[in-house]
């Protein structure tokens, strides 16, 4: 049987190169009979793959006796065991997904390529997301010698277009809203553009009235956002608890329940391809066209990746002042125009080139 492998000196160091693909690679040694063992042990794997398993299984179990016991299931159950709050709900849902259960009982030492293939192909993009985040804790525990897929090899996904809610969708929503409660919320999540969740848990403690700040730390990054807020927050506020929870209902909800309470006031109002994550775009989006600063819209919206936030702005350029204040002086910059020719300004808006004395 031809040998997979020649093997050669370059240099002072011994190389190998596929006698198929013509792809070298380096032995990293200098030694001729470390690089003969080496080499050697390149051709046996390629001849006797499922004795080079039964050999690195036994190995494995002198330091785990669980290896060869281990299963996609058990995996499972250690990292929803490392989370909590909403990350610990999400994985609790996640690892019931139904195209699992063809890995659940497979013993890990077992597991081929073709076993995740089919597992993908069954689910959805959140099937490919959450296989990703298994498969890289057990690589990351030790309780697999290699990958199973390359991580280049993994089928790309895609993600549904998102978009952001409009004035217009968000002002009709408003105004039938009948729970004060709820409609706060919604006005509150269009001026500081936080997640649902971050809103719903936010307290009185967490808002410095005297400074027009608010911060908390984003239940799912853990990360700190503090965002300064002008008179319209200022008004919904007001009509808000001043001590505890300030949404003291919704905060009991579970985060599903919410979006499904907005979705059923969208559909109401024939409004469609939103989510309450539809807010946090339009929030980044507004700042882009107000000329807000990225690294001031960055500390808003809770990220430090400059990626994620021109995902949520459409690759604009997230607080600290108030993108309310940006907004009006935004306005007032578009109020005058320059005529060139005649040597002046001249508003662009009568009433307010009055006021300005134009």
């Known amino acids: 049987m031809r040998q997979k492998y020649r093997m050669f000196l370059r240099g002072n160091v011994y190389w190998i190169q596929d006698n198929v693909t013509g792809k070298q690679e380096s032995l990293g040694t200098k030694d001729r009979s470390e690089a003969r063992r080496l080499f050697s042990a390149h051709n046996e794997a390629h001849r006797q793959p499922i004795i080079n398993m039964q050999i690195a299984r036994a190995y494995l179990l002198v330091g785990d006796p669980e290896v060869a016991r281990r299963t996609w299931q058990a995996v499972m159950v250690e990292i929803v065991k490392l989370k909590d709050d909403e990350t610990l709900r999400r994985w609790q849902t996640a690892i019931k997904d139904k195209a699992f259960d063809s890995l659940r009982g497979l013993p890990l030492m077992e597991t081929r390529a073709e076993h995740f293939l089919r597992v993908m192909e069954k689910g959805r993009v959140s099937t490919n997301i959450y296989l990703r985040r298994i498969h890289n804790f057990a690589l990351g525990m030790n309780w697999l010698p290699v990958p199973v897929i390359p991580k280049r090899m993994w089928p790309d996904f895609k ?41 719903a848990f936010l307290e009185a403690e967490n808002v410095d009235g005297a400074n027009h700040v608010i911060s908390y730390e984003r239940k799912k990054t853990r990360e700190l956002a503090s965002i300064r807020f002008g008179k319209a927050v200022e008004r919904i ?6 001590r505890g929870p300030l949404f003291p209902y919704l905060r009991t909800v579970r985060a599903g329940d919410r979006a499904t309470e907005f979705k059923q006031r969208c559909t109401g109002l024939g409004i469609s391809g939103v989510s309450l994550h539809s807010y946090r775009y339009a929030w980044a989006e507004r700042a882009r066209i107000a000329g807000y600063p990225e690294r001031f819209a960055q500390d808003a919206l809770g990220h430090n990746s400059k990626a994620v936030h021109r995902a949520y702005a459409k690759r604009a350029k997230v607080i600290v002042p108030s993108l309310e204040d940006y907004e009006l002086q935004h306005a007032k910059d578009k109020l005058i125009s320059v005529n060139f020719e005649a040597g002046r300004a001249v508003a662009a808006n009568p009433q307010a080139g009055a006021s300005l004395g134009l």
């Open 159 to 199: 993600f549904k277009e998102k978009r952001a809610i409009t004035f217009d969708e968000h002002s009709k929503i408003v105004a039938r809203e009948t729970n004060p409660e709820r409609r706060a919320f919604y006005e509150l999540a269009w001026h500081i553009g936080a997640s649902q969740s971050d809103i």
């Open 237 to 242: 506020l007001s009509e808000l608890p001043s």
